[in-house]
């Protein structure tokens, strides 16, 4: 039931990110930025967005001691979508000639089920970091 209501509230604050996203690339990309650097704005300011409701709103990680080490986590996962992102936008767009629109909505929903995934398991949760994983793994006998 838990993961069905941040599934829930992580929907929600992705519709207000994914405006804000579209909001700034349709300006963006209107005014002839092009779509690669329309899209990296509009990245940008949508996890803004989504930091902080994530982290206060959906996870309830209200712990101002831990923001430093979320913010950590949720960078490391905001550059690997943003490659992503710009990857499939890249192959589909530019290799494939999906039109632009269609294009950004497939790699906005592959960014979409990646990044809850990891924000419920690693970004907002209590475990170790990949450091200390890594550190334990290799002292096993």
Same mark, same amino acid.
């Given at each position: 039931?838990?993961?069905? #209501?941040? !599934?829930?509230?992580?929907?929600?604050?992705?519709?207000?990110?994914?405006?804000?996203? /579209?909001?700034?690339?349709?300006?963006?990309?209107? =005014?002839?930025?092009?779509?690669?650097?329309?899209?990296?704005?509009?990245?940008?300011?949508?996890?803004? !967005?989504?930091? =902080? &409701?994530?982290?206060?709103? +959906?996870?309830?990680?209200?712990? $101002?001691?831990?923001?430093? $080490?979320?913010?950590? %986590? !949720? &960078?490391?996962?905001?550059?690997?979508? /943003?490659?992503?992102?710009?990857?499939? #936008?890249?192959? &589909?767009?530019?290799?494939?000639?999906?039109?632009? /629109?269609?294009?950004?909505?497939?790699?906005?929903?592959? +960014?979409?089920?990646?990044?809850?995934?990891?924000?419920? %398991? /690693?970004?907002?949760?209590?475990?170790?970091? #990949?450091?200390? $994983?890594?550190?334990?793994?290799?002292?096993?006998?």
């Amino acid at each position: 039931m838990k993961t069905a #209501l941040q !599934f829930s509230k992580y929907g929600g604050i992705a519709v207000g990110s994914a405006m804000i996203d /579209y909001a700034v690339f349709s300006i963006l990309y209107f =005014v002839g930025a092009g779509a690669m650097p329309s899209q990296m704005v509009a990245r940008l300011s949508g996890g803004a !967005f989504s930091f =902080v &409701l994530n982290k206060y709103w +959906c996870f309830e990680a209200a712990s $101002r001691r831990t923001v430093v $080490r979320e913010g950590r %986590r !949720f &960078l490391m996962l905001y550059a690997f979508s /943003y490659g992503l992102s710009l990857g499939v #936008l890249y192959s &589909l767009n530019d290799r494939l000639n999906v039109p632009v /629109y269609p294009a950004k909505i497939l790699a906005d929903v592959t +960014c979409f089920v990646i990044n809850f995934i990891v924000m419920k %398991r /690693y970004v907002f949760s209590a475990t170790r970091g #990949l450091r200390d $994983r890594v550190g334990a793994f290799l002292k096993s006998p």
